[in-house]
DNA sequence: GTAATTCACTAGCGGTCGCTACAAAAATCA
DNA sequence: TGATTTTTGTAGCGACCGCTAGTGAATTAC
Protein backbone atom coordinates (compact mmCIF):
# COMPACT_ATOMS: atom_id res chain seq x y z
CA UNK A 1 0.00 0.00 0.00
CA UNK A 2 2.60 2.88 -1.29
CA UNK A 3 1.59 6.54 -1.10
CA UNK A 4 2.02 6.40 -4.25
CA UNK A 5 -0.62 8.24 -6.37
CA UNK A 6 -1.06 7.15 -10.00
CA UNK A 7 -0.57 10.12 -11.78
CA UNK A 8 -3.01 9.63 -14.58
CA UNK A 9 -2.62 13.23 -16.12
CA UNK A 10 0.49 13.88 -15.25
CA UNK A 11 2.21 12.86 -18.72
CA UNK A 12 -0.22 15.78 -20.33
CA UNK A 13 0.90 15.57 -24.05
CA UNK A 14 1.10 19.40 -24.82
CA UNK A 15 -2.12 19.50 -26.31
CA UNK A 16 -4.71 21.79 -25.19
CA UNK A 17 -7.02 20.13 -21.63
CA UNK A 18 -9.61 19.46 -23.42
CA UNK A 19 -10.81 21.99 -25.79
CA UNK A 20 -8.36 20.46 -28.81
CA UNK A 21 -7.13 17.80 -30.10
CA UNK A 22 -8.78 14.53 -28.22
CA UNK A 23 -8.75 11.02 -29.03
CA UNK A 24 -12.67 11.68 -29.43
CA UNK A 25 -14.45 10.92 -26.38
CA UNK A 26 -14.62 13.02 -23.27
CA UNK A 27 -13.74 12.23 -20.28
CA UNK A 28 -15.74 9.39 -18.44
CA UNK A 29 -16.53 10.43 -14.58
CA UNK A 30 -17.55 14.00 -12.96
CA UNK A 31 -15.66 17.48 -14.61
CA UNK A 32 -13.36 18.59 -12.53
CA UNK A 33 -14.23 22.05 -10.97
CA UNK A 34 -11.40 24.05 -11.39
CA UNK A 35 -8.83 25.04 -13.80
CA UNK A 36 -5.75 23.24 -13.71
CA UNK A 37 -3.46 25.91 -15.39
CA UNK A 38 -4.90 28.84 -12.94
CA UNK A 39 -4.56 26.36 -10.12
CA UNK A 40 -0.80 25.48 -10.99
CA UNK A 41 -0.34 29.91 -11.32
CA UNK A 42 -1.56 29.83 -8.01
CA UNK A 43 0.55 27.27 -6.42
CA UNK A 44 3.59 28.79 -8.49
CA UNK A 45 3.08 32.16 -6.58
CA UNK A 46 2.75 30.34 -3.42
CA UNK A 47 6.05 28.10 -3.66
CA UNK A 48 7.83 31.27 -5.28
CA UNK A 49 7.03 33.55 -2.38
CA UNK A 50 7.46 31.50 0.81
CA UNK A 51 9.54 28.39 -0.63
CA UNK A 52 9.00 24.54 -0.36
CA UNK A 53 8.75 23.93 3.15
CA UNK A 54 6.95 27.24 4.65
CA UNK A 55 3.82 26.85 1.97
CA UNK A 56 1.72 24.23 3.68
CA UNK A 57 -0.89 22.51 1.65
CA UNK A 58 -3.34 24.01 3.85
CA UNK A 59 -1.60 27.65 2.12
CA UNK A 60 -1.86 25.85 -1.13
CA UNK A 61 -5.23 24.56 -0.99
CA UNK A 62 -6.55 27.90 0.14
CA UNK A 63 -4.42 30.03 -2.54
CA UNK A 64 -5.03 27.56 -5.31
CA UNK A 65 -9.06 27.43 -3.93
CA UNK A 66 -9.77 23.50 -3.83
CA UNK A 67 -10.00 20.74 -1.24
CA UNK A 68 -7.10 18.95 -0.11
CA UNK A 69 -8.34 15.53 -2.05
CA UNK A 70 -8.88 17.31 -5.36
CA UNK A 71 -4.88 18.87 -5.27
CA UNK A 72 -4.00 15.20 -4.58
CA UNK A 73 -6.02 14.15 -7.40
CA UNK A 74 -4.81 16.83 -9.70
CA UNK A 75 -0.66 16.88 -9.04
CA UNK A 76 -0.08 14.26 -6.88
CA UNK A 77 1.61 14.86 -3.37
CA UNK A 78 3.38 18.17 -2.26
CA UNK A 79 7.00 17.32 -3.25
CA UNK A 80 5.53 16.42 -7.60
CA UNK A 81 3.24 19.58 -7.06
CA UNK A 82 6.56 21.16 -6.46
CA UNK A 83 8.37 19.44 -9.44
CA UNK A 84 5.34 20.59 -11.51
CA UNK A 85 6.09 24.56 -10.21
CA UNK A 86 9.39 24.31 -10.84
CA UNK A 87 9.35 23.08 -14.59
CA UNK A 88 6.63 25.44 -15.21
CA UNK A 89 8.33 28.29 -13.24
CA UNK A 90 11.14 27.31 -16.01
CA UNK A 91 8.79 28.17 -18.50
CA UNK A 92 6.61 30.90 -17.61
CA UNK A 93 9.38 33.15 -16.33
CA UNK A 94 12.65 31.75 -16.34
CA UNK A 95 12.90 31.22 -19.87
CA UNK A 96 14.86 34.66 -20.44
CA UNK A 97 18.32 32.96 -19.35
CA UNK A 98 18.21 30.13 -22.41
CA UNK A 99 16.51 33.10 -24.80
CA UNK A 100 19.53 35.15 -24.23
CA UNK A 101 21.86 32.58 -24.34
CA UNK A 102 20.22 31.36 -27.82
CA UNK A 103 19.52 34.30 -29.52
CA UNK A 104 22.22 36.44 -28.94
CA UNK A 105 25.45 36.71 -31.05
CA UNK A 106 28.15 36.66 -28.75
CA UNK A 107 28.22 35.21 -25.44
CA UNK A 108 28.98 38.33 -23.83
CA UNK A 109 25.98 39.58 -25.23
CA UNK A 110 24.15 37.10 -24.10
CA UNK A 111 25.11 37.32 -20.43
CA UNK A 112 25.02 40.76 -20.17
CA UNK A 113 21.27 40.71 -21.29
CA UNK A 114 20.69 38.48 -19.35
CA UNK A 115 21.81 39.77 -16.49
CA UNK A 116 19.75 42.97 -17.70
CA UNK A 117 17.01 40.89 -17.92
CA UNK A 118 16.73 39.38 -14.19
CA UNK A 119 17.44 42.73 -12.65
CA UNK A 120 13.59 43.61 -14.24
CA UNK A 121 12.60 39.77 -14.15
CA UNK A 122 13.77 39.65 -9.79
CA UNK A 123 12.25 43.24 -8.92
CA UNK A 124 8.90 42.81 -11.14
CA UNK A 125 6.16 43.87 -8.64
CA UNK A 126 3.93 41.52 -10.45
CA UNK A 127 5.17 38.77 -8.98
CA UNK A 128 7.32 37.60 -5.79
CA UNK A 129 11.11 39.23 -5.56
CA UNK A 130 14.12 37.15 -6.76
CA UNK A 131 14.45 33.94 -8.52
CA UNK A 132 12.33 30.69 -7.65
CA UNK A 133 15.02 28.14 -8.15
CA UNK A 134 17.50 30.38 -5.91
CA UNK A 135 15.49 30.29 -3.40
CA UNK A 136 12.60 28.43 -2.73
CA UNK A 137 14.61 25.23 -1.82
CA UNK A 138 17.54 26.32 0.46
CA UNK A 139 17.41 24.94 4.00
CA UNK A 140 14.86 22.05 2.96
CA UNK A 141 14.68 18.96 4.71
CA UNK A 142 13.69 17.20 2.33
CA UNK A 143 16.80 16.27 0.31
CA UNK A 144 16.04 15.59 -2.97
CA UNK A 145 13.94 19.08 -3.15
CA UNK A 146 16.98 20.50 -2.28
CA UNK A 147 19.27 18.88 -4.74
CA UNK A 148 16.69 19.07 -7.96
CA UNK A 149 17.08 23.11 -7.65
CA UNK A 150 20.52 22.66 -7.09
CA UNK A 151 21.12 20.59 -10.04
CA UNK A 152 19.30 23.62 -11.85
CA UNK A 153 21.11 26.20 -10.93
CA UNK A 154 24.76 24.36 -11.59
CA UNK A 155 23.41 23.14 -14.82
CA UNK A 156 22.62 27.22 -15.51
CA UNK A 157 26.10 27.73 -14.95
CA UNK A 158 27.61 25.09 -17.39
CA UNK A 159 25.51 25.95 -19.86
CA UNK A 160 26.81 29.32 -19.63
CA UNK A 161 29.89 27.97 -19.66
CA UNK A 162 29.15 26.05 -22.92
CA UNK A 163 28.69 29.00 -24.49
CA UNK A 164 31.59 30.87 -23.66
CA UNK A 165 33.70 27.65 -24.73
CA UNK A 166 31.76 28.42 -27.94
CA UNK A 167 32.98 32.00 -28.46
CA UNK A 168 36.36 30.67 -27.87
CA UNK A 169 36.46 28.08 -30.18
CA UNK A 170 34.76 30.45 -32.59
CA UNK A 171 37.72 33.14 -31.97
CA UNK A 172 34.97 35.40 -30.29
CA UNK A 173 36.68 35.17 -26.95
CA UNK A 174 40.50 35.13 -26.80
CA UNK A 175 41.70 31.78 -26.01
CA UNK A 176 43.20 32.37 -22.40
CA UNK A 177 39.94 32.98 -21.30
CA UNK A 178 38.50 31.03 -18.21
CA UNK A 179 35.05 29.78 -19.10
CA UNK A 180 34.83 28.16 -15.90
CA UNK A 181 35.06 31.43 -13.88
CA UNK A 182 33.35 33.91 -16.45
CA UNK A 183 30.63 31.59 -16.46
CA UNK A 184 31.17 31.48 -12.29
CA UNK A 185 30.47 34.78 -12.28
CA UNK A 186 27.68 35.47 -13.85
CA UNK A 187 25.88 32.78 -12.11
CA UNK A 188 26.77 34.65 -8.58
CA UNK A 189 25.83 37.58 -9.96
CA UNK A 190 22.37 36.26 -10.82
CA UNK A 191 22.37 34.46 -7.28
CA UNK A 192 23.51 37.80 -6.05
CA UNK A 193 21.01 39.78 -7.58
CA UNK A 194 17.97 37.38 -6.43
CA UNK A 195 18.82 37.39 -3.23
CA UNK A 196 19.11 41.76 -3.23
CA UNK A 197 16.03 41.72 -4.84
CA UNK A 198 14.17 39.73 -2.17
CA UNK A 199 16.26 42.04 0.10
CA UNK A 200 14.57 45.16 -1.55
CA UNK A 201 16.77 46.65 -4.37
CA UNK A 202 15.25 47.99 -6.82
CA UNK A 203 14.84 47.85 -10.70
CA UNK A 204 17.59 50.73 -10.72
CA UNK A 205 19.81 49.67 -8.39
CA UNK A 206 20.38 46.07 -10.02
CA UNK A 207 20.40 47.64 -13.42
CA UNK A 208 23.41 49.12 -12.12
CA UNK A 209 24.67 46.14 -11.19
CA UNK A 210 24.16 44.36 -13.78
CA UNK A 211 26.32 46.71 -16.24
CA UNK A 212 29.16 47.06 -13.94
CA UNK A 213 29.39 43.49 -13.31
CA UNK A 214 29.85 42.76 -17.61
CA UNK A 215 33.13 44.93 -16.80
CA UNK A 216 35.08 41.78 -16.09
CA UNK A 217 34.92 40.83 -19.47
CA UNK A 218 37.74 40.73 -21.89
CA UNK A 219 37.52 44.08 -24.38
CA UNK A 220 36.75 42.28 -27.40
CA UNK B 1 33.14 16.55 13.53
CA UNK B 2 34.94 14.61 16.50
CA UNK B 3 32.90 11.97 18.16
CA UNK B 4 33.31 14.58 21.47
CA UNK B 5 32.35 12.72 24.44
CA UNK B 6 30.23 14.83 26.36
CA UNK B 7 32.06 15.29 29.12
CA UNK B 8 29.47 15.98 31.95
CA UNK B 9 31.61 18.03 33.45
CA UNK B 10 33.49 16.78 36.72
CA UNK B 11 33.01 19.41 39.78
CA UNK B 12 35.70 21.42 40.20
CA UNK B 13 37.79 18.91 42.78
CA UNK B 14 40.72 21.05 44.23
CA UNK B 15 39.58 23.97 46.36
CA UNK B 16 37.08 25.94 44.68
CA UNK B 17 38.10 29.28 45.86
CA UNK B 18 40.39 29.77 43.30
CA UNK B 19 38.49 28.31 40.26
CA UNK B 20 39.45 31.05 37.46
CA UNK B 21 37.09 34.53 37.77
CA UNK B 22 34.06 33.33 39.32
CA UNK B 23 31.67 36.03 40.00
CA UNK B 24 31.85 36.63 43.55
CA UNK B 25 29.31 33.88 44.89
CA UNK B 26 28.70 30.80 43.85
CA UNK B 27 24.94 30.56 42.51
CA UNK B 28 22.55 29.31 44.56
CA UNK B 29 20.49 26.20 43.58
CA UNK B 30 21.67 22.68 41.73
CA UNK B 31 24.24 23.53 38.90
CA UNK B 32 23.62 23.31 35.17
CA UNK B 33 25.01 19.88 33.70
CA UNK B 34 26.28 21.38 30.49
CA UNK B 35 28.96 23.61 29.26
CA UNK B 36 27.12 26.49 27.70
CA UNK B 37 28.98 27.49 25.42
CA UNK B 38 29.76 24.40 23.98
CA UNK B 39 26.14 23.50 23.02
CA UNK B 40 25.44 27.01 21.98
CA UNK B 41 28.22 26.15 19.43
CA UNK B 42 26.47 23.16 18.24
CA UNK B 43 23.66 25.01 18.05
CA UNK B 44 25.41 27.57 16.00
CA UNK B 45 26.10 24.46 13.63
CA UNK B 46 22.76 23.20 13.21
CA UNK B 47 20.94 26.03 12.36
CA UNK B 48 23.91 26.79 9.54
CA UNK B 49 23.90 23.55 8.43
CA UNK B 50 19.66 23.68 8.17
CA UNK B 51 18.51 26.87 8.90
CA UNK B 52 16.02 28.02 11.28
CA UNK B 53 12.91 26.60 9.93
CA UNK B 54 14.47 22.98 9.65
CA UNK B 55 16.23 22.76 12.32
CA UNK B 56 13.40 21.74 15.06
CA UNK B 57 13.75 22.02 19.20
CA UNK B 58 14.06 17.98 19.21
CA UNK B 59 17.29 18.64 16.94
CA UNK B 60 18.83 20.80 19.08
CA UNK B 61 18.26 19.08 21.93
CA UNK B 62 19.75 16.35 20.17
CA UNK B 63 22.96 17.75 19.51
CA UNK B 64 23.04 19.74 21.78
CA UNK B 65 22.70 17.05 23.90
CA UNK B 66 20.11 18.51 27.09
CA UNK B 67 16.54 18.37 27.56
CA UNK B 68 13.92 20.97 26.39
CA UNK B 69 13.62 22.52 29.50
CA UNK B 70 17.33 22.73 30.34
CA UNK B 71 17.49 24.53 26.30
CA UNK B 72 14.31 26.66 27.34
CA UNK B 73 16.24 27.38 30.49
CA UNK B 74 19.33 28.56 29.35
CA UNK B 75 18.56 30.28 25.92
CA UNK B 76 14.56 30.86 26.37
CA UNK B 77 12.54 29.89 22.62
CA UNK B 78 13.72 28.53 19.89
CA UNK B 79 13.92 32.23 18.26
CA UNK B 80 16.08 33.98 20.79
CA UNK B 81 18.20 30.83 20.79
CA UNK B 82 18.68 31.91 17.05
CA UNK B 83 18.69 35.36 17.95
CA UNK B 84 22.19 34.63 20.20
CA UNK B 85 23.18 31.89 17.73
CA UNK B 86 23.10 34.74 14.96
CA UNK B 87 25.40 37.37 16.93
CA UNK B 88 27.54 34.39 18.31
CA UNK B 89 28.15 33.26 14.70
CA UNK B 90 29.16 36.89 13.63
CA UNK B 91 31.72 37.12 16.36
CA UNK B 92 33.11 33.22 16.03
CA UNK B 93 32.83 33.29 12.33
CA UNK B 94 31.52 36.67 10.39
CA UNK B 95 33.91 38.66 11.95
CA UNK B 96 36.48 38.55 9.15
CA UNK B 97 34.25 41.48 6.61
CA UNK B 98 34.46 43.81 9.66
CA UNK B 99 38.14 43.41 10.44
CA UNK B 100 38.81 43.40 6.81
CA UNK B 101 36.98 47.31 6.58
CA UNK B 102 38.83 48.68 9.94
CA UNK B 103 42.51 46.84 9.02
CA UNK B 104 42.85 47.47 5.58
CA UNK B 105 44.27 50.97 4.35
CA UNK B 106 41.77 51.45 1.43
CA UNK B 107 38.19 50.69 0.71
CA UNK B 108 39.36 48.45 -2.69
CA UNK B 109 41.81 46.56 -0.42
CA UNK B 110 39.06 45.85 2.10
CA UNK B 111 37.22 44.58 -0.15
CA UNK B 112 40.04 42.35 -1.73
CA UNK B 113 40.64 40.71 1.30
CA UNK B 114 36.90 40.37 2.18
CA UNK B 115 36.09 38.47 -1.00
CA UNK B 116 39.02 36.65 -0.55
CA UNK B 117 38.84 35.44 2.94
CA UNK B 118 34.98 34.42 2.13
CA UNK B 119 36.27 32.39 -0.25
CA UNK B 120 38.43 30.15 2.39
CA UNK B 121 35.16 31.00 4.92
CA UNK B 122 32.46 29.45 2.93
CA UNK B 123 34.71 26.10 1.72
CA UNK B 124 36.44 25.51 5.19
CA UNK B 125 35.14 21.89 5.66
CA UNK B 126 35.67 22.01 9.48
CA UNK B 127 31.96 23.90 9.16
CA UNK B 128 29.24 23.75 7.09
CA UNK B 129 29.56 25.89 4.07
CA UNK B 130 28.34 29.05 2.66
CA UNK B 131 27.38 31.91 5.72
CA UNK B 132 24.66 31.74 8.09
CA UNK B 133 23.25 34.89 7.89
CA UNK B 134 22.78 34.83 4.17
CA UNK B 135 20.64 31.41 3.82
CA UNK B 136 19.47 30.42 7.66
CA UNK B 137 16.53 32.56 7.25
CA UNK B 138 15.33 32.58 3.66
CA UNK B 139 11.79 31.17 3.62
CA UNK B 140 11.51 30.99 6.79
CA UNK B 141 7.65 31.27 8.25
CA UNK B 142 8.59 33.64 11.40
CA UNK B 143 8.71 37.30 9.36
CA UNK B 144 10.89 39.22 11.98
CA UNK B 145 13.73 36.16 11.67
CA UNK B 146 13.72 36.69 8.07
CA UNK B 147 13.23 40.42 8.41
CA UNK B 148 16.40 40.01 10.96
CA UNK B 149 18.76 38.41 9.00
CA UNK B 150 17.76 41.03 6.10
CA UNK B 151 18.86 43.79 8.08
CA UNK B 152 22.04 42.62 8.84
CA UNK B 153 22.70 41.45 5.19
CA UNK B 154 21.81 44.97 4.29
CA UNK B 155 23.67 46.57 6.43
CA UNK B 156 27.07 44.96 6.15
CA UNK B 157 26.26 46.49 2.21
CA UNK B 158 25.59 50.24 3.85
CA UNK B 159 29.01 49.36 6.11
CA UNK B 160 31.28 48.75 2.76
CA UNK B 161 29.42 51.22 1.14
CA UNK B 162 30.62 53.90 4.33
CA UNK B 163 34.40 52.53 3.36
CA UNK B 164 34.29 53.31 -0.24
CA UNK B 165 32.48 56.93 0.81
CA UNK B 166 35.37 57.89 3.29
CA UNK B 167 38.05 56.52 0.49
CA UNK B 168 36.47 59.22 -2.03
CA UNK B 169 36.27 62.25 0.61
CA UNK B 170 39.94 61.27 1.05
CA UNK B 171 41.07 60.88 -2.47
CA UNK B 172 41.75 57.65 -2.72
CA UNK B 173 39.23 56.98 -5.20
CA UNK B 174 38.01 59.03 -8.08
CA UNK B 175 34.80 61.81 -6.86
CA UNK B 176 32.65 59.99 -9.43
CA UNK B 177 32.76 56.27 -8.46
CA UNK B 178 29.26 55.44 -7.37
CA UNK B 179 29.81 54.05 -3.87
CA UNK B 180 26.46 52.52 -3.90
CA UNK B 181 27.04 50.41 -6.90
CA UNK B 182 30.44 49.19 -6.12
CA UNK B 183 29.10 48.63 -2.29
CA UNK B 184 25.93 46.68 -3.84
CA UNK B 185 28.34 44.66 -5.97
CA UNK B 186 30.45 43.39 -3.31
CA UNK B 187 27.06 42.38 -1.00
CA UNK B 188 26.12 40.11 -4.13
CA UNK B 189 29.63 38.44 -5.08
CA UNK B 190 29.39 37.21 -1.12
CA UNK B 191 25.98 36.44 -1.12
CA UNK B 192 26.83 34.53 -5.01
CA UNK B 193 29.78 32.87 -3.36
CA UNK B 194 27.70 31.66 -0.49
CA UNK B 195 25.66 30.10 -2.54
CA UNK B 196 27.65 28.57 -4.57
CA UNK B 197 29.54 27.08 -2.09
CA UNK B 198 26.46 25.19 -0.87
CA UNK B 199 26.65 24.23 -4.29
CA UNK B 200 29.84 22.40 -4.25
CA UNK B 201 32.43 24.88 -5.66
CA UNK B 202 35.69 24.67 -3.90
CA UNK B 203 37.54 27.30 -2.46
CA UNK B 204 40.02 27.54 -5.54
CA UNK B 205 37.07 28.33 -7.66
CA UNK B 206 35.58 30.96 -5.59
CA UNK B 207 39.18 32.10 -5.17
CA UNK B 208 39.50 32.78 -8.70
CA UNK B 209 35.72 34.27 -8.57
CA UNK B 210 37.00 36.98 -6.00
CA UNK B 211 39.83 37.93 -7.75
CA UNK B 212 37.93 38.49 -11.02
CA UNK B 213 35.32 40.53 -9.41
CA UNK B 214 37.90 43.16 -8.55
CA UNK B 215 38.22 44.07 -11.99
CA UNK B 216 35.48 46.50 -11.63
CA UNK B 217 37.22 48.53 -9.26
CA UNK B 218 38.70 51.41 -11.06
CA UNK B 219 42.36 51.42 -11.55
CA UNK B 220 43.92 53.55 -9.13
C1' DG C 1 -33.76 4.47 -16.84
C1' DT C 2 -29.17 1.81 -14.52
C1' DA C 3 -24.32 1.15 -14.20
C1' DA C 4 -19.81 2.87 -14.31
C1' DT C 5 -16.62 6.36 -13.55
C1' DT C 6 -14.48 10.39 -11.71
C1' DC C 7 -14.45 14.37 -8.70
C1' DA C 8 -15.52 17.10 -4.24
C1' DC C 9 -16.12 17.42 0.61
C1' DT C 10 -16.05 16.16 5.42
C1' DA C 11 -13.60 14.25 8.72
C1' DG C 12 -9.77 12.54 10.69
C1' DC C 13 -5.46 9.56 10.65
C1' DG C 14 -0.54 9.16 12.65
C1' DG C 15 3.25 12.12 13.21
C1' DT C 16 5.90 16.11 14.40
C1' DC C 17 5.98 20.85 15.83
C1' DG C 18 7.29 24.30 19.73
C1' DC C 19 6.76 24.31 24.32
C1' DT C 20 5.76 23.31 29.40
C1' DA C 21 3.75 21.18 34.01
C1' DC C 22 5.48 18.30 37.28
C1' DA C 23 8.29 16.12 40.54
C1' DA C 24 12.78 14.18 41.66
C1' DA C 25 17.71 15.58 42.13
C1' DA C 26 21.52 18.51 43.49
C1' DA C 27 23.37 22.38 45.11
C1' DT C 28 23.50 26.59 48.96
C1' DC C 29 21.78 28.82 53.15
C1' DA C 30 20.17 28.66 57.81
C1' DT D 1 19.58 18.85 59.89
C1' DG D 2 16.00 20.97 57.21
C1' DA D 3 14.39 24.86 53.96
C1' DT D 4 15.23 27.07 49.67
C1' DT D 5 16.61 27.46 45.03
C1' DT D 6 17.66 25.90 40.55
C1' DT D 7 18.27 22.11 37.08
C1' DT D 8 16.94 17.75 35.26
C1' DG D 9 14.24 14.08 33.04
C1' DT D 10 9.57 12.39 31.99
C1' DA D 11 5.64 12.90 29.91
C1' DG D 12 2.55 15.12 27.35
C1' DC D 13 -0.11 19.41 25.85
C1' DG D 14 -2.62 21.67 21.77
C1' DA D 15 -1.66 22.89 17.07
C1' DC D 16 -0.32 21.96 12.78
C1' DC D 17 1.91 18.82 9.35
C1' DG D 18 1.22 15.84 4.93
C1' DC D 19 -2.05 12.89 3.51
C1' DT D 20 -6.28 9.79 2.75
C1' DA D 21 -10.60 6.81 3.69
C1' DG D 22 -15.31 7.20 2.88
C1' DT D 23 -19.41 9.12 1.14
C1' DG D 24 -22.15 11.54 -1.99
C1' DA D 25 -22.44 14.49 -6.38
C1' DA D 26 -21.90 14.94 -11.33
C1' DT D 27 -21.09 13.21 -15.54
C1' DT D 28 -20.85 9.49 -19.63
C1' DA D 29 -21.88 4.73 -21.39
C1' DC D 30 -25.21 1.34 -22.06
Known amino acids: MHPMVTNKESEEKGGGARAKARPASKPRGRPR ?6 ALEKAILAFWEHGYEATSVSDLTRVMDIGAPSLYAAFGDKQSLFEEVVREYGVRY ?14 RAAVARMLREA ?3 YTDPAHPYGCLVVHA ?9 EESLRGRRNANIAAIRSRIEADIVAGALPADVDAGALARHAGAMIQGMSQQARDGASREELEVLAEIAMSIWPRT
Chains 1, 2 share one sequence.
Open 33 to 38: SFDRET
Open 94 to 107: GSFADRALAEEPTA
Open 119 to 121: AAE
Open 137 to 145: ATNCSTPEV
